[in-house]
C-alpha cells in the first residue's frame, strides 16, 4: 500500500466516518438536485479502498442523511441503494484500468444506471406515471433535468476525489520514488 508520512493514503484520505460524514452533509446542505458525491464515493470506493467499506460507505451516508430528510417508500430506497451499489462494481472494474478515460466513462456509466433503475422504481411503485409504456416514458423524460445534474455532479466530485487521491499520491517523495523503475 501506498504511504504518505508514514501513514497509507487510502488512511489519510478515507477514514471512513470522514467520508459518510461528507456525504451525508452534502445532501443536508442546499444543493441542485442530485447534484451529489454519493455516486463518486462508491466509484472512488471501489477503486480504492476495501470491499466491505467501498459497500458500506456510500449505503451509510445515505441512510445517516435519510434520517434528516426523510425516507420514502422502501422499493424507492432499495432502488437508490442498489444503484450505488451498483457503483461500486463499476469501481470494481476501474480498480484495473485507472486512468482519467476509464474514470471519466465509469462515472458516465454509474449515473446512467441511477438513471435508468431509479426513474423505472419511480414508474413501477409510485403513483405519478400510468402503469403503461407511456407512463414509463414519461417517467424518463421528465425527469432528464435531474440527469444533467447527476451527470455533472458525478464527474465533479468523482474529479475531486480521484483528483485529491493522485495530488496526495504524487506529493510524497516516498510514493514518487517507489512508484518509479
Known amino acids: 500500500m501506498m504511504k504518505f508520512n508514514g501513514k497509507s493514503v487510502i488512511t489519510k484520505l ?3 466516518g470522514i467520508l459518510i460524514a461528507i456525504g451525508a452533509f452534502s445532501r443536508l446542505i442546499p444543493h441542485p438536485a442530485n447534484f451529489a458525491p454519493i455516486t463518486a464515493m462508491a466509484l472512488f470506493g471501489g477503486v480504492y479502498l476495501t470491499k466491505k467499506q467501498a459497500l458500506t460507505l456510500p449505503i451509510a451516508a445515505m441512510i ?3 434520517f434528516f430528510l426523510g425516507f420514502d417508500s ?3 430506497r432499495l432502488s437508490v441503494y442498489g444503484s450505488f451499489i451498483l457503483a461500486v462494481l463499476v469501481g470494481f472494474w476501474v480498480k484495473n484500468h485507472k486512468n482519467p478515460k476509464h ?3 465509469a462515472s458516465i456509466l454509474s449515473s ?3 438513471f435508468i433503475i431509479t426513474n423505472f422504481a419511480v414508474w413501477a411503485f409510485g403513483s405519478m406515471y400510468p402503469k403503461s409504456v407511456t407512463g414509463l416514458m414519461q417517467s424518463y423524460f421528465f425527469a432528464i433535468p435531474f440527469f444533467r445534474n447527476s451527470v455533472l455532479g458525478d464527474l465533479f466530485y468523482s474529479g475531486v476525489f480521484f483528483g485529491i487521491y493522485n495530488l496526495l499520491l ?3 517523495p516516498r510514493v514518487a520514488l517507489a512508484q518509479k523503475p
Open 14 to 16: 478515507a477514514q471512513p
Open 74 to 76: 422502501v422499493p424507492m
Open 170 to 172: 504524487n506529493s510524497s
Open 112 to 114: 446512467i444506471l441511477f
Open 64 to 66: 445517516l442523511s435519510d
Open 103 to 105: 474514470i471519466i466513462f
